[in-house]
């Protein structure tokens, strides 16, 4: 989580399908002048922004671990670059949102119940996290890994590391909140040529490409160019990609 990985610009390019959740996972949360906001793992920051122009009365602030997504972020709210398995409020949070960063830190659990014992009183936590390891967009990947790259990126996790909404019921309504839990599937239609490999080049594959020597990557986005070209064939309006992401909103 230390390691600046992220490219902006390409997470960016499909910054509209990615803000949907994010706004989606907002909508179930009934703060009314909420004092302290937080946004953790919040990127290049314009949806942290959205969270001044929801609670335009509320001290919002944002905190990421990649000194490049946190240069692009906006005015309005305040940002800071930390990991957050080490950050710690300077007050009790009203209102901690997390979108579609857990899936990056195993030991999210414990970091969940730590963050619930953060919150004031009549406090929110609502987090989306990815929920489509098993599909071909991460499976074909892994199996590339396992076979033709393996010298190279044969430790690569295949466990998927996030829970079911179920799990995350249980664990938050055990630490004595109200919780929904919920999930949807996306079907987004991606425009242009190796429109699945755009999209996992900027979040999945980016750990991935880190590990490689320059020379090497290119040989691997085009391996992963073809099995992903085979797995999601593009139409003529475009390329279908089912997405599935997880949701889950905590009253304390």
């Known amino acids: 989580m230390t390691r600046d ?23 179930r949360v009934d ?13 290049t920051g314009e949806l942290t922004a959205a969270l001044c122009r929801r609670w335009p009365g509320a ?17 309005g709210p305040t940002f800071e670059v930390a990991d957050v398995r080490d950050w710690r409020p ?10 579609a960063l857990l899936q990056w830190v195993p030991e999210h659990r414990d970091l969940l119940a730590r963050w619930v014992a953060g ?27 396992r076979t033709t790259w393996r010298e190279e ?9 996030v829970g079911d909404p179920e799990e995350y019921l249980d664990l938050l309504a055990g630490l004595g909140c109200s919780v929904d839990a ?17 999209w996992v080049r900027g979040t999945a594959l980016r750990p991935l490409l880190d590990r490689l020597p320059p020379g090497r990557r ?7 160019a073809r099995v992903l070209g085979e797995a999601y064939p593009r139409r003529p309006y475009g390329t279908p990609f089912p997405f599935r992401r997880i949701f889950v909103v905590a009253h304390r």
């Open 5 to 27: 990985i992220w490219d902006p610009d390409v997470y960016e390019r499909y910054a509209g399908e990615r803000a949907r959740p994010f706004f989606e996972l907002l909508a």
């Open 31 to 43: 703060a009314r002048d909420p004092a302290y906001v937080v946004d953790l793992g919040c990127g």
């Open 59 to 75: 001290t919002v602030h944002g905190v990421d671990s990649s000194p490049a997504m946190i240069a692009k972020a906006p005015p």
């Open 90 to 99: 300077s007050a009790t949070v009203d209102v901690l949102v997390s979108n």
């Open 119 to 145: 919150l004031a009183e009549g406090g929110w936590l609502a987090f989306q996290v990815p929920g489509n390891f098993d599909a071909p967009s991460h499976a074909a990947v892994r199996e590339l890994c």
């Open 153 to 161: 990126l044969g430790d690569v996790p295949r466990e998927a590391p």
């Open 182 to 198: 919920w999930e949807t599937t996306y079907v987004h239609v991606l425009p242009g040529e190796d429109a699945v490999l755009n």
């Open 218 to 224: 290119d040989d691997f986005l085009a391996d992963c």
